[in-house]
């Protein structure tokens, strides 16, 4: 199980190109989802054009980057949706997008299904409408559903069903698994970051100890659940959990923001972790040239983990979680399963924590519609 360490010393060194690309299309969205780690709701206006977005993809294709995760903001939001990701399918880049599922009406489920190369991840945050809405608002989970059933009527083949694990989540990780069945899906799970509107509600809604070590156990038992390397703190329990078992920021990972801004990673969207613009000399040199990357790639510290005798298994944990709870990156990840997270974290009660940059939360309410 796990990437074995000769891979993994590879991979902390960085790759030519992204093995995981992550691109915002909008900070557009029609949710305001309490732990949205890009803070989306108001559509930026200086968003890249269709023209830069097909030029973009243009770029990532010659860089053979074979598929690319793409997000928002609620991508479908966009008008030119449809023609970016059948620009990018055309030229062989494979595209997985998340989205909430409001926008997937019976039309435009019979339309992706006839897309290939293509990836759906159907966002929920709780096996039922009670526990999902608390999250995501009023009327979403229902929503959610609907997309789901349509894209099965469209014969759209397997998609995933991705969950945040937030304390009352992931109580539910067996009901989680049967809807997954039901319509057969890949369930994905997903770590709560500190991130964008998530640090204002990390302290109440993150795993506790006890619930992260029997998570551990439930993803050992079901090496087929997707995580996407999010708990790989938790390997330091004793197997290593599915995947690199590393932070890959600006190594293996990025994100490329709405406005073409490249970030190390998706869940530190904060100007400390920017490597540049695409719109100033395109993605590849902001990838291969970026001090920051560079300085990334460089062998870590381990800091306060070097006399831990985990420290292979978890790598100190993960660089947002840490940032935005007010810690250094030489210190123990806040949810540490030895619990020393938490006593770094009692030290610096008192720290300010960073704010995530930029904002685009909307200042009304907001209403659930389908298109």
């Known amino acids: ?45 200086m968003e890249l054009s269709t023209k830069e977005a097909k030029d973009l993809i ?35 880049v494979g595209v997985k997008f998340s989205t909430n599922g409001t926008r997937i009406d019976e039309e435009a489920a019979r339309r992706l299904a006839a897309i290939d190369y293509l990836d759906i991840q159907i966002s929920i945050d709780g096996a039922d409408a009670q526990t999902s809405d608390r999250i995501r608002g009023a009327g979403s989970y229902d929503q959610a559903r609907r997309a789901m059933d349509n ?14 694990m937030t304390r009352e989540s992931i109580e539910q990780l067996d009901e989680f698994e ?54 790989f703190h938790l390997s330091a329990l004793g197997d290593p959990l599915e995947g690199l078992n590393l932070c890959g920021a600006g190594r293996v990972v990025c994100l490329i923001d709405p406005v073409g801004e ?49 420290y292979d298994a978890c790598r100190g944990g993960c660089m947002a979680a840490k940032f935005f709870t007010g810690l250094e990156m030489s210190d123990p990840d806040p949810e540490c399963v030895f619990g020393h997270g938490e006593v770094a974290l009692e030290k610096k009660r008192l ?18 519609t389908s298109r």
């Open 1 to 45: 199980m796990g990437a074995d360490f000769s891979l993994r010393n590879r991979f902390e060194r960085g790759l030519a190109a992204p093995i995981c690309l992550t691109w915002e299309l909008t900070y557009a969205c029609n949710l305001a989802c309490t732990h949205c780690l890009s803070s989306s709701g108001r559509r930026d206006p």
């Open 58 to 92: 243009d770029e990532i294709a010659a860089m053979q980057i074979f598929y690319i995760n793409i997000g928002g903001g609620e991508p479908m939001i966009r008008r030119d949706f449809f023609e970016l990701i059948e620009h990018a399918v055309k030229q062989k």
């Open 151 to 164: 894209l099965q009527a469209a014969d759209f083949g397997q998609f995933k069903i991705s969950v945040v």
């Open 178 to 231: 049967t809807l997954a069945q039901h319509y057969g899906a890949e369930l994905r799970l997903t770590r709560l970051r500190p991130s964008g509107r998530g640090v204002d509600v990390w302290e109440e809604l993150h795993p506790t100890r006890e619930q992260n070590r029997r998570l551990y156990q439930w993803l050992l038992a079901r090496p087929n659940v997707l995580t996407g390397d999010s708990f």
């Open 262 to 310: 490249v970030y190390a990673c998706p869940f530190v969207i904060h100007d400390e972790f920017k490597a540049g613009n695409v719109r100033d000399a395109g993605f590849a040199q902001v990838w291969t040239a970026s001090e920051l990357f560079r300085s990334l790639r460089e062998p870590g510290n381990p800091g306060a983990c070097g006399s831990c005798g985990s």
């Open 351 to 368: 720290t300010i924590r960073p704010t995530p940059s930029p904002d685009h939360s909307k200042r009304v309410a907001v209403a659930i």
